[in-house]
């Protein structure tokens, strides 16, 4: 049986004080604190983050802040390269994409450049349905490069041309949902799918989004990429600018293991916590 307390007060200890106990509660209320505002911080670094900056002041190469962003997140995929598509929230369409290289340890910014999302916002990659126009958060490996150019000076990744019969099948009742398919194969419908080759100023250039394609889920999305920039906010994937598009190609190395994760500044997609 549990003790209780009782409200009597033993004579010799009444109105006295505990310094052992004052200096516990210290200690917590102080923990308390310094939590708060290693939470605070964080979410400021990543609203400034997530806000493409002037090129003067945040050029390729360098980083325009203190922590680099990669220290603050719970996972980079175990490689020495990481690329990063932070949105403010996930209603946004816009927001900005850096990657990173890690040296004796230490990450660095190596580019940076303003990004387009999907024209439904962002979402948790985990429960995401097909057809909403949102782009998964998450921590994603990247598998293949494609594009209709071929691949920029210096690329190491493995690189695939785009043909008059190259395909990104999205037909849920396909075998072959979300894979790149050439030709399109018979349990593929057409409707249902993506020629990539009508697409030649997105898909220039473009690096898989390893989402939902090691294992998919049918009905969770597919065909998402990393790609040029069209008119506006696209279909679910990340874009950016033609230029931005070459260097990171130029600069992705297979040997590093490179991963992208997606998210917004704070809460349950927030990119920190993948």
Known sequence: MPMTRTGTTHPATAGATDPAGRTRRAHRGAVRVRAAALTS???????????????????AGSSAHHIP?????????????????????????????????????RWRQAGWAPARFGS???????????????????????PFAFGTLPPPPGSAVAYRRVGGDSWWCEDNASAS??????????????????RLADHPTQYARALVIGFNYHRPVHG???????????????????????????????????????????????????????
Do not use: K
Not at 80 to 93: F, K, N, R
Not at 230 to 248: D, E, K, N
């Open 41 to 59: 911080a964080a979410a400021v670094a990543l609203l400034a983050l997530a806000a493409p900056a002037p090129a003067a002041t945040a050029p």
């Open 120 to 142: 439904g916002g962002l979402t948790e990659g985990r429960t995401r349905v097909q057809g909403t126009s949102t782009t998964p958060t998450g921590l994603y490996g990247l």
């Open 177 to 194: 949902y979300n894979r790149w398919v050439a030709p399109l194969p018979a349990d593929c419908a057409a409707g249902e799918s993506e």
């Open 220 to 274: 969770r999305g597919a065909g998402i990429f990393l790609h040029v920039n069209g008119r506006g906010a696209t279909a679910g994937c990340v874009s950016v600018p033609a230029g931005a598009m070459a260097r990171i190609l130029s600069w992705v190395r297979p040997a590093a293991r490179p991963h992208i994760a997606v998210g917004t500044a704070y809460g349950p997609t927030a990119l920190t916590r993948y």
């Open 69 to 105: 962003l990669p220290v603050l997140m719970a996972d980079t995929g175990g490689g020495d390269q990481l690329i990063t598509a932070l949105a403010p929230t996930t209603g946004a369409t816009t927001g900005t994409v850096r990657w990173w290289q890690r040296h004796n340890g």
